[in-house]
């Protein structure tokens, strides 16, 4: 059985619809009207269970892990020589092809470039840059940025490149998500949409609101003569281009655009470029020009300064955290970078320091950029060169096989924690690195906030007072800590005081991979104690997490492994017997139902379905689940349940009509 008329429809408006909002920017349909449209369209898939290679239902990503199988392409996709100087550039378009011959200009955008495939009109194929030769296939992740057209108006077989992008808004909002779980913010845009379009879950991908911005277009039929004939066809078939082209044959008006581009767009644009790239515009010349061993001869990438500086790498610290996992940090000779004093950098991991090949007593660009931390961007060969310091002669960083801290061997472990790319891990459980980490998490101030219990001072009770473990502090007496001093008392009095911290903050504390404050609060706004969480897992499986979801599956996983790991067993003793935990709901309370327990049975008027729930809750009541003793009232409407009405006249439940309830709400 083919696919329904009404399908096909279906899939040609929602997907006219999509075009009309995430290229054109212009919605042309609410967000209800759309939202429906799906859904008939999800069942007629359901029912007929075909789904046309176009649908839009398809692009909210699937659980099932891709794999990124290789894809080798024909036409090279390379990079462009890099050019920061004005007067290097004027010389080269000066010199390049002869006088009046047109340049285009356009944005150098800064993300990470994709390689789409369309056969018959439709998208077939997603790959990455990769080595330019040979890139990993990630149609799967591609096919959920909305500003990639699943179909295009064209059958015969088309590649387009270009661009995946982060938007510097979903980047802010992403980072932030990231710091409220405790897991570790993307350095940048670029490393964001890079990780994100590898991700193993396309569902991830879903989520990350990327971009798709083309740069080229190659089609077997469609001949063009100029490059800007390239960006207007993709332009035309459903692709997104918010900056416009701009062609002069004069050279020194291409500098003066370049002048205001920089103004114009750089800062006000909703993603990340770094530059522009120039281009010979007709493609007879950029054939007659052709390609050095990497770069074309017919384009430059003009890239605006970035606050960098250049200074040595003098050495690598291996920095183990809470979760074990090592983190190489750059030492450097100090260097002033955007008026701040920079002497540690972020290197990542291995993948990184090879990539760059960074090593030990070379020159490197160190960057701010928007980032959290600074980086490493390069290495400085042209100093080295200067300077007649063979690169050559530095050492390369080596991998550690044991840890810094404890000299337990490492693993690699990928994506795990919730942290993208190899990670190499200290698999020793009782590592002191590990063990003071976590008690320093523990006693931060977004934790238990127990004031005066510093680095040096932890390591005193690390020593002194063996304290391994969170509840080794609820156990000191205050004569334990007397060597301290006055201080000694005071801490004591912290630590006793911290006992009545909210079970929220309690949970945060425990350091489980993926619950932060968000979703420690969704847990308790779910089970009200910490000890149900508890008893749900231990005994029902987590019956009720995985029922009601009030956090995600990657997050209920990790909080179902802590729970289960025998290790733990004596924390959540120690956790029941020491701390409070109380819960104060931060859900709006009051409200004219304030503890008030309600149910309705029957049809209501003004409320369908589920709606009366949603009432009853934003009026600071609570919806029950069926009628006891704790029930206030009954709302009863048209047809009710008769079980539902004899229990409650039984229990004596005051029992109300639809428009008794709506007296009470006003
Ligand atoms: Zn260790």
């Not at 972020?346 to 980032?371: C, P």
């Amino acid at each position: 059985m083919g696919a329904s008329k009404r399908m096909i429809e279906l899939v040609a408006l929602l997907n006219a619809y999509n075009y009309q909002y995430y290229v054109k920017n212009k919605p042309t349909v609410s967000d209800y009207e759309f939202d429906m449209l799906l859904k008939e369209l999800e069942t007629l898939e359901k029912q007929e269970g075909i789904i046309l290679p176009t649908s839009p239902t398809q692009r909210v990503g699937s659980d099932l892990e891709n794999e990124f199988k290789e894809v080798k392409r024909e036409k090279v996709m390379g990079s462009i020589a890099n050019c920061y100087d004005k007067d290097e550039l004027l010389k080269w378009m000066q010199t390049v092809v002869p006088a009046g011959t047109e340049f285009t200009v356009g944005p150098k955008y800064d993300g990470t470039s994709c390689s789409l495939i369309y056969k018959d009109g439709e998208l077939v194929q997603a790959s990455t840059r990769g080595n330019g030769l040979v890139g990993s296939d990630i149609t799967e992740n591609a096919r959920t940025i909305k500003s990639i057209p699943l179909s295009i108006p064209l059958s015969d077989d088309c590649e387009i490149r270009g661009e995946i992008l982060m938007p510097k808004s979903s980047f802010q909002k992403l980072n932030k998500e990231r710091l409220e779980q405790g897991l570790e913010p993307f350095a940048n845009e670029r490393n964001a949409a890079a990780g994100s379009i590898k991700q193993l879950n396309s569902r991830i991908t879903a989520e990350r609101n990327l971009i798709f911005r083309p740069f080229c277009v190659f089609c077997d039929n469609a001949k063009f003569e100029k490059q800007t004939e390239m960006t207007n066809f993709a332009n035309s078939v459903g692709f997104c281009i918010d900056i416009q082209d701009f062609t002069s044959a004069d050279p020194y008006e291409i500098i003066r655009y370049i002048e205001e581009f920089e103004q114009k767009y750089l800062k006000n644009m909703d993603y990340c470029m770094d530059g522009v790239v120039i281009k010979v515009n007709d493609l007879s010349w950029q054939e007659k020009l052709g390609y050095s061993q990497k770069v074309p001869y017919w384009a430059k990438a003009f890239k605006f300064k970035q606050e960098s500086a250049s200074t040595k790498l003098i050495g690598v610290d291996w920095f183990v955290g809470r979760t074990g996992k090592l983190t190489p940090v750059g030492i450097l000779d100090t260097v002033n970078v955007d008026g701040s004093n920079i002497s540690n950098v972020t290197l990542n991991n291995m993948n990184y320091i090879n990539g760059l090949d960074i090593r030990l007593g070379s020159y490197v660009f160190v960057e701010k950029g928007g980032a959290v931390i600074p980086k490493v961007t390069g290495i400085d060969y042209e100093r080295h060169i200067l300077e007649n310091y063979d690169f050559e002669k530095c050492t390369p960083i080596g991998e550690p096989f044991k840890c810094p801290v404890c000299g337990h061997p490492v693993v690699k472990k990928e994506n795990a924690d919730g942290d993208e790319g190899i990670h190499l891990y200290c698999t020793n459980k009782d590592c002191e690195a590990k063990v003071m980490a976590r008690l320093e998490y523990f006693v931060s101030k977004d934790c238990m906030d127990i004031d005066g219990l510093g680095t040096k001072i932890m390591e005193n009770l690390y020593k002194h007072n063996n304290v391994r473990n969170w509840y080794d502090l609820y156990t000191l007496k205050a004569e334990d800590l007397e060597y301290l001093g006055k201080n000694g008392q005071k801490i004591y009095e912290n630590i006793q005081k911290s006992k009545d911290m909210p079970a929220d903050r309690v949970l945060v504390s425990l350091g489980i991979p993926m619950i932060g404050k968000v979703a420690a609060k969704a847990l308790l706004e779910c089970y009200g104690n910490i000890k149900d969480i508890y008893t749900d897992i231990v005994d029902y499986h987590g019956d009720k997490l995985f029922a009601e979801k009030p956090i995600g599956t990657a997050a209920s996983n990790e909080l179902v492994a802590f729970v289960l790991d025998s290790d733990n067993e004596k924390l959540f003793a120690n956790l029941f017997e020491l701390l409070n935990c109380a819960y104060i709901s931060n859900k709006p309370v009051g409200g004219p139902l304030e503890g008030k327990t309600l149910l309705a049975t029957g049809t209501l008027e003004n409320f369908p379905r589920e709606e009366i729930k949603d009432s009853i809750i934003n009026h600071g009541g609570k919806y029950a689940s069926s009628v006891s003793k704790k029930l206030d009232y009954l709302i009863v409407g048209s047809k009710p349940g008769t079980s539902k009405v004899t229990k409650a006249t039984e229990l004596g439940i005051k029992m109300i009509s639809e428009s008794e309830y709506l007296d009470l709400i006003k």
